[in-house]
């Protein structure tokens, strides 16, 4: 284990997050693949709007070209003007665009649809920036059909950086879910077979960074509008929990680096630390 510093933040990196040497660098470098995280954020609640306005401010020293989203991206109704285009309208007129993963809570029907969400009609879809592979499943409805679109779409991917995200955690120590063990099963082998370097998930109420599992890095991203108070209780693989507040995490692609910081509703720093890429560019 190395402790290494970011921004002022003490920050604890153990295994393969860190090579020997390593230091963490701030966040901005001019050549990086610039994004933002956020999941289970449409409640139309204030929070949301003040994790909005938070990530808009950042993005006049950060950059972020697009931010992506873990699922429950709209509670209840599907009000699209007031769960999402109110709460983030500086970022939406700024041009940043959204890629969304759809949630339990969500409507696929209306959001694949949506122009704003980047689905293009379907529930689970691939994308690249730069040097990285996005790939974005459905874990809902995880059939055979899709199970071999994913298995044919990592295979073939030749980027440097494979980034699978989705809605429920195969790896999470939220009180309320936790680990989705059924889907690890039938998903994990596909994703350490074919050298996947992050996942992310939302769905349980919390922030949270698993230490590496099977090579892969994984992160649960889901209280950028719910919240579920003190809802984690940590074990032996969290590398940092926080559930304390409202969070979202700001992440940059640099060759074979991945920096990532994680900022509360109120623009405290929680988490910062940087993954490094398994392959050669």
Same mark, same amino acid.
């Given at each position: 284990?190395?402790? =290494?510093?970011?921004?002022?933040?003490?920050?604890?990196?153990?295994?393969? =997050?860190?090579?020997?040497?390593?230091?963490?660098?701030?966040?901005?470098?001019?050549?990086?693949?610039?994004?933002a995280?956020?999941?289970d954020?449409?409640?139309?609640?204030?929070p949301?709007?003040?994790?909005?306005?938070?990530?808009?401010?950042?993005?006049?020293?950060?950059?972020?070209?697009?931010?992506?989203?873990?699922?429950?991206?709209?509670?209840?109704?599907?009000d699209?003007?007031?769960?999402?285009?109110?709460?983030?309208?500086?970022?939406?007129?700024?041009?940043?665009?959204?890629?969304?993963?759809?949630?339990?809570?969500d409507?696929?029907?209306?959001?694949?649809?949506y122009?704003?969400?980047?689905?293009?009609?379907?529930?689970?879809?691939?994308?690249?920036?730069?040097?990285?592979?996005?790939?974005?499943?459905?874990?809902?409805?995880?059939?055979?059909?899709?199970?071999?679109? =994913?298995?044919?779409?990592l295979?073939?991917?030749?980027e440097?950086?494979?980034?699978?995200?989705?809605?429920?955690?195969?790896?999470?120590?939220g009180?309320?879910?936790?680990?989705?063990?059924?889907?690890?099963?039938? =998903?994990?082998?596909?994703?350490?077979?074919?050298?996947?370097?992050v996942v992310?998930?939302?769905?349980?109420?919390?922030?949270?960074?698993?230490?590496p599992?099977?090579?892969?890095?994984?992160?649960?991203?889901?209280?950028?509008?719910?919240?579920?108070?003190g809802?984690?209780t940590?074990?032996?693989?969290?590398?940092?929990?926080?559930?304390?507040?409202?969070?979202?995490?700001?992440?940059?692609?640099?060759?074979?680096?991945?920096?990532?910081?994680?900022?509360?509703?109120?623009?405290?720093?929680?988490?910062?630390g940087?993954?490094?890429?398994?392959?050669?560019?």
């Amino acid at each position: 284990m190395r402790r =290494l510093l970011s921004l002022g933040i003490a920050v604890l990196v153990w295994g393969a =997050l860190a090579s020997p040497g390593a230091q963490i660098v701030a966040l901005g470098r001019a050549d990086s693949l610039k994004f933002a995280v956020i999941g289970d954020n449409g409640t139309g609640g204030r929070p949301q709007f003040e994790v909005g306005q938070q990530m808009a401010a950042l993005r006049a020293t950060f950059p972020f070209e697009f931010v992506l989203m873990m699922g429950d991206n709209l509670y209840n109704a599907q009000d699209f003007a007031a769960k999402f285009e109110r709460p983030y309208a500086a970022l939406v007129a700024a041009g940043v665009k959204f890629y969304a993963a759809i949630g339990n809570h969500d409507d696929p029907q209306a959001q694949v649809r949506y122009p704003a969400f980047n689905m293009n009609g379907a529930r689970y879809y691939t994308f690249a920036k730069r040097n990285v592979r996005f790939v974005v499943a459905d874990t809902n409805f995880l059939d055979q059909l899709q199970l071999g679109w =994913l298995e044919h779409t990592l295979k073939s991917a030749s980027e440097q950086w494979k980034i699978v995200y989705f809605h429920h955690p195969l790896y999470s120590n939220g009180d309320r879910h936790g680990s989705n063990v059924e889907l690890r099963v039938r =998903l994990e082998p596909l994703l350490v077979a074919n050298g996947v370097d992050v996942v992310m998930s939302g769905h349980d109420h919390i922030y949270e960074r698993i230490r590496p599992q099977k090579g892969i890095t994984y992160f649960v991203i889901g209280s950028s509008g719910q919240l579920r108070r003190g809802g984690i209780t940590p074990s032996p693989i969290t590398a940092l929990g926080y559930a304390d507040d409202q969070a979202f995490t700001l992440m940059e692609v640099a060759g074979s680096e991945l920096i990532f910081e994680t900022r509360s509703r109120t623009g405290r720093t929680v988490d910062s630390g940087v993954i490094y890429s398994r392959r050669t560019s």
